[in-house]
């Protein structure tokens, strides 16, 4: 039965992610999995506990930019790196549709869930301006806690803005361009110098 429910959530979570959370029901769930409603109320009593299981494994996925490990050896800047890549897939996935239902009919829930991934935002982002700092490669004066926040304001002002809708520039693009702005504004020149002699190497 478990290997059952994990299958329905990862499909749900694609239905959810693809169409919003509010517009698929437990009957079209029952019909795009194939599945009787009979097995899917034993996996889930209703809705609400569905959409609960779907945002729990969202979080604790393993994919989770968050969650997957950091290859070893690296410096800080390499960090940043690695999780750039992690974060443009993430902008791309990304699906207003639905962040908009669950803020919206389920708000306890993006509360929640929003806290977790705030939480450990900040401690990646707070965690590598230390190291970049220990390691010479940060700016000495920088405050970890005020850019570690500015950073957490970019990122969900980037998913929610509607600054950028009329215009040409893909929110891939505008991260493009946060991202080397975060870049160039920590680094000291040793940072700089590791920078430009590695800027091939950036998808950026």
Known sequence: METKRNEIIEQVKNLYLEFGIKSVTMDDVSHKLGISKKTLYECFTDKKQLVWSVLENMSTSPNSPYSIGMPENLNALEELLFYYNLQVKMIQDHKPGFIYDLKKYYPRFFEHFNK???????????NNLVKGKNEGLFRSDLDEEIITRLTLMRMECIMTTDIFDNSSFSKAKLFNEIFRFHLYGIVNETGRKFLEENLDKLTL
């Open 116 to 126: 977790i991934k705030r939480t450990r935002f900040i401690d990646h982002v707070r």
